[in-house]
T-cell receptor, first 119, second 112 residues
């Protein structure tokens, strides 16, 4: 079974530039998550999709961050314009969600992440 | 805000010893999960314990949950150098729609 794919793996940009990250979840997973992980901290949820609908985006800085999952499969996360404090690893994860079997629906499978450095 | 707080922040042991990491949280949960993260990699799910369970085992891993104290512990027995990683607890809060809130993590170093 293929895992969660993310690209690019690394990105270096200057502040005020734009950047986009892509995620392809595990086939059949209805729920997709984007997390931000700042060095030395645990991941923080930015946005959660169930199929192509947003379930939770309460911690997404909507003035500069946007995300979409138009066809309910892959997803993009965009930052425009980037700030120095956006330097972090952006992790995508997926899970079966509500449609999954009991004991499996809650487990999240993570991609390798995109390491962003804003100069 | 982070719900889970982990203790210790860093732990260094010798191969063969046991490693214990603790996690405390603040609100009611459906379940609590432990994840491992190797340097520069994504997180890997280790084990899930539900709010009505007290103890769970998976290979060399043992997890306990005390909902009255809002705390959990992860024990890795007979540790190996390959267990060197950061370990995170994550809580699936009651009525939170499956949203996980992660702790700050414990950085485990196992010396050969």
């Amino acid at each position: 079974e293929a895992g969660v794919a993310q690209s690019p793996r690394y990105k270096i940009i200057e502040k005020r530039q734009s950047v986009a990250f892509w995620c392809n979840p595990i086939s059949g997973h209805a729920t997709l998550y984007w997390y931000q992980q700042i060095l030395g901290q645990g991941p923080k949820l930015l946005i959660q999709f169930q199929n192509n609908g947003v379930v939770d985006d309460s911690q997404l800085p909507k003035d500069r961050f946007s995300a979409e999952r138009l066809k309910g499969v892959d997803s993009t996360l965009k930052i425009q314009p980037a700030k120095l404090e956006d330097s972090a690893v952006y992790l995508c994860a997926s899970s079966f969600g509500r449609g999954g079997l009991a004991g499996r629906r809650e487990t999240q499978y993570f991609g390798p992440g995109t390491r962003l450095l804003v100069l | 805000s982070q719900q889970g707080e982990e203790d210790p922040q860093a732990l260094s042991i010798q191969e063969g010893e046991n490693a214990t990491m603790n996690c405390s949280y603040k609100t009611s949960i459906n379940n609590l999960q432990w994840y491992r993260q190797n340097s520069g990699r994504g997180l890997v799910h280790l084990i899930l314990i539900r709010s009505n369970e007290r103890e769970k085992h998976s290979g060399r891993l043992r997890v306990t949950l005390d909902t009255s104290k809002k705390s959990s512990s992860l024990l890795i027995t007979a540790s190996r150098a390959a267990d060197t990683a950061s370990y995170f607890c994550a809580t699936d809060g009651y009525n939170q729609g499956g949203k996980l809130i992660f702790g700050q993590g414990t950085e485990l170093s196992v010396k050969p």
